[in-house]
């Protein structure tokens, strides 16, 4: 006999020790929508392509970050030799 596990949403963060940074868990379940009516299926295809989006803005900016810091720093002080 399986049980089904009911389906939750959750934001989990993590605390790392050590660095910088914590780690974030995001869980979204996908509800099978064939059993809804049309229109509520678009709605709620359009709510979950929106938060994959917002998904999105928050791992750009994230690689935004990362590559600010990944470039080499060229203005370094040039030292005259006499």
């Known amino acids: 006999m399986s049980e089904e596990k009911e ?3 959750g934001l989990d963060i993590e605390e790392q020790p050590e ?4 780690l974030l868990r995001l869980t979204l379940p996908l509800p ?3 059993f809804l009516p049309k229109e509520a299926r678009e ?3 359009t ?3 929106e938060q ?3 998904l999105r ?3 750009d900016t994230a690689i935004e970050q990362l590559e600010k810091e990944e470039k080499p720093r060229h203005k370094a002080e ?3 030799v006499e």
Do not use: K, Y
Request: net charge positive.
């Open 78 to 80: 040039r030292v005259e």
């Open 32 to 34: 099978r929508l064939m």
């Open 19 to 22: 660095g910088p940074f914590d």
């Open 52 to 54: 994959l989006l917002a």
């Open 7 to 9: 389906p939750t949403i």
């Open 43 to 45: 709605h709620l295809r």
């Open 57 to 59: 803005s928050l791992l």
């Open 47 to 49: 709510a979950r392509r």
